[in-house]
């Protein structure tokens, strides 16, 4: 694929979705146009889709979060007859390369995290109103709801069919969220995932799939009462008023370097890397939640995350041979403490509580990120707060030891926040200090003893904070050499060693799910069983099962 895939977009350039905003509920409809497809060569008929489909939803879902605050429930329901979502296009997944079937999952599941952590991080709860056939991926989207309502007619069901028709698995936690989730019996799950034609009615209430029934004459208004009920019930304030996220500002270079206001990307392809320099703030930190809100998406730390969130997504897909990623930082570490700062002084506040939460996410993409991650500490730069989680992301990192011929720069620094200590978990819900130090849980409640003081590297290093740290006689060679190295790995060998050493500690739904498709549906789509020229995706509508190797591995 040559194209560029933008993950920018805003309600004008919606080709999927519509949203229509009454107070306190937001309805939003899946209504997605055949003819657009991200790349072509298949329709998405039925309500399928594809990554651009998804890319909307994800703006929707970051807009609902900062410019309807006032919203307290979201209904997704279908403007199609008879269908409320077929699940991932076929041809697509038939047509696409590996790597970009597995990114687009990743995206997805990440996507729909974050509708269902809505109700517990922002008070909006999501419900899905089902009507007509809700398979595969379409259902889901319904599982990442809160609340899911299904209208009582002959042709309405839930259904997982992969198994039976596609030889793959449901691709964005189907199974996980069936099991852990909505708790369904095994083996009632086993029934449910091998039957091609779903569940219906209430035996689906019965099973757990769903959450209520409704007769198709009355759906709609049951929904809509349902939907009052639960804005009423809500703890949130009313009346909140959202700020706009404004277009980012970002330049590509004809090299594929981009540059963005406090984010700049440059690529070395000959290395295979890329170096994500995060600029600290020049301005000073919002005095009160009204000045953060009145700065809206141009106060740095809200900024800030929406770059680098952009700059990851835009690796993940289109920079595919760019195998490492090199984390540094510049400027005042103790003015991005002030940045954060009034966002854990203000956590009652909605749009501080946003924005410490959109950081959490942000984050959380860096650790999921299939690539080498390494933070390079710079004198000069401003590893503290928010960006001080980027050293416990990466794989290892190098810090600059004392003075440098040369270097005029402050000396390199690591400066501890309360903000380390629990605002932006992993996918386990440890914190990464917590999860560094999973043998010795006392050096986390220790560390709480250096909140505040800027640590140069030889105390940084014989507090754990960094993996090395050199004098500027070794730095130049040992940081080549662990670049270069890491570039003669086999991509494969990285992807799985990396995956299994980031998330130690207990197993969340999360993990569970990510951790699956790094594994199961990393390797069973690849299958001939599945993608092989007589395989279950490529022969898929033509009336002729897939051809399987019957060879139990």
Not at 51 to 71: K, N, S, T, Y
Not at 187 to 209: H, M, N, P, T, Y
Request: glycine share 8%.
């Amino acid at each position: 694929m040559t194209q560029r895939i933008d993950f920018q977009t805003d309600p004008s350039r919606y080709r999927h979705w519509r949203v229509e905003y009454e107070g306190e509920i937001a309805n939003l409809y899946m209504d997605v146009d055949e003819q657009g497809g991200l790349f072509p060569g298949y329709e998405l008929k039925l309500n399928s889709y594809d990554l651009g489909v998804d890319i909307e939803l994800a703006d929707i879902v970051q807009r609902m979060r900062f410019e309807h605050p006032e919203v307290k429930v979201v209904v997704m329901q279908s403007a199609k007859d008879r269908v409320f979502c077929a699940g991932a296009n076929i041809r697509m997944l038939g047509g696409a390369s590996h790597a970009h079937k597995v990114n687009f999952c990743k995206f997805t599941n990440e996507t729909r995290n974050t509708f269902e952590a809505a109700e517990a991080d922002s008070d909006q709860k999501y419900i899905a109103a089902v009507k007509g056939a809700c398979a595969g991926g379409g259902y889901e989207l319904a599982l990442a709801c809160n609340y899911i309502m299904l209208t009582n007619d002959s042709s309405s069901s839930v259904a997982l069919p992969e198994v039976p028709l596609l030889a793959v698995l449901p691709g964005t936690g189907g199974l996980t969220r069936v099991t852990d989730k909505r708790k369904v019996r095994r083996d009632l799950a086993d029934v449910f995932c091998s039957i091609e034609e779903g569940v219906k009615g209430q035996r689906a209430v019965d099973w757990r799939l769903v959450d209520e029934i409704a007769p198709n004459s009355k759906f709609d208004e049951v929904v809509q009462e349902r939907a009052r009920e639960f804005a009423a019930a809500s703890s949130k304030p009313s009346g909140l008023t959202g700020i706009e996220l404004a277009p980012l500002e970002r330049s590509f270079a004809e090299d594929g370097s981009v540059t963005y206001s406090t984010v700049e990307v440059l690529i070395d392809r000959e290395g295979g890397r890329a170096t994500l320099t995060i600029t600290g703030p020049s301005d000073p930190a919002p005095s009160s939640a009204a000045e953060l809100q009145a700065q809206g998406a141009r106060a740095w730390i809200l900024r800030a995350a929406r770059e680098l969130d952009d700059a990851i997504l835009h690796l993940r897909l289109n920079e595919r041979q760019i195998g490492t990623l090199v984390f540094k930082t510049q400027g005042d570490p103790q003015a991005v403490l002030a940045h954060e700062a009034l966002l854990l002084s203000n956590r009652d506040n909605w749009l501080a509580n946003e924005i410490l939460h959109y950081w959490k996410r942000v984050l959380k993409r860096v650790d999921m990120t299939s690539r080498s991650l390494v933070a390079i500490v710079e004198h000069g730069s401003c590893f503290a707060g928010p960006l001080a989680e980027l050293l416990w992301a990466v794989d290892r990192s190098y810090m600059m030891l004392d003075e440098f011929e040369g270097d005029n720069r402050p000396l390199a620094t690591v400066t501890l926040s309360e903000g380390n200590f629990g605002p932006y978990p992993m996918s386990n819900d440890l914190t990464r200090l917590q999860t560094r130090f999973l043998g010795t849980p006392e050096t986390v409640d220790a560390l709480r003893d250096h909140i505040g003081e800027p640590l140069e590297a030889a105390e940084a290093e014989e507090l754990g904070l960094v993996t090395y740290a050199h004098d500027d006689i070794d730095w130049d060679d040992e940081v080549r050499i662990f670049l270069e190295e890491r570039a003669s790995f086999s991509p494969d060998a990285m992807t799985g060693m990396e995956a299994n050493l980031r998330f130690a500690g207990p197993e969340t739904m999360e993990t569970r799910i990510f951790g699956r498709l790094t594994a199961w549906q990393n390797w069973i789509f690849q299958r001939p069983n599945a993608v092989g020229p007589d395989g279950a995706l490529q022969r898929y509508g033509s009336g002729v099962r897939g051809n399987y190797n019957m060879e139990r591995v």
